[in-house]
Nanobody, 127 residues
């Protein structure tokens, strides 16, 4: 099982940007489809974006499409989430997740499909 550690969260004003990173342990990072989820207080964990094992395919939640970009560097065992034009409603704890599940990444939008999770990083967007 891969170990995941997120970083890059913080406090930013609306309209600003942040880049989250997720470092993975192990030598099989390229075997995992990677995803980002978020959870706001009192709400369920929701899908943000995911990326295929090679990085050639990405998929986004409608709420972040056009503002967020997911990418990965398999040589560095790291996945990124570039977040631009942030809104107060983006405030949440952001989690990195990994899965060995195969299939179209557009179908992997539920937390139950991902077997490994990071500890989360807080993103707060002030208005």
């Amino acid at each position: 099982q891969v170990q995941l550690v997120e970083s890059g969260g913080g406090l930013v004003q609306a309209g600003g940007s942040l880049r989250l990173s997720c470092a993975a342990s192990g030598r099989t990072f390229s075997s995992y489809t990677m995803g980002w989820f978020r959870q706001a207080p009192g709400k369920e964990r929701e899908f943000v974006a995911d990326i295929s094992k090679t990085g050639t395919s990405t998929y986004y939640a409608d709420s972040v499409k056009g503002r967020f970009t997911i990418s990965r560097d398999n040589a560095k065992n790291t996945v990124y989430l570039q977040m631009n034009s942030l809104k107060p409603e983006d405030t949440a704890v952001y989690y990195c997740a990994a899965t060995v599940r195969t299939g179209p990444i557009a179908t992997m939008t539920l937390p139950k499909f991902f077997g490994s999770w990071g500890q989360g990083t807080q993103v707060t967007v002030s208005s």
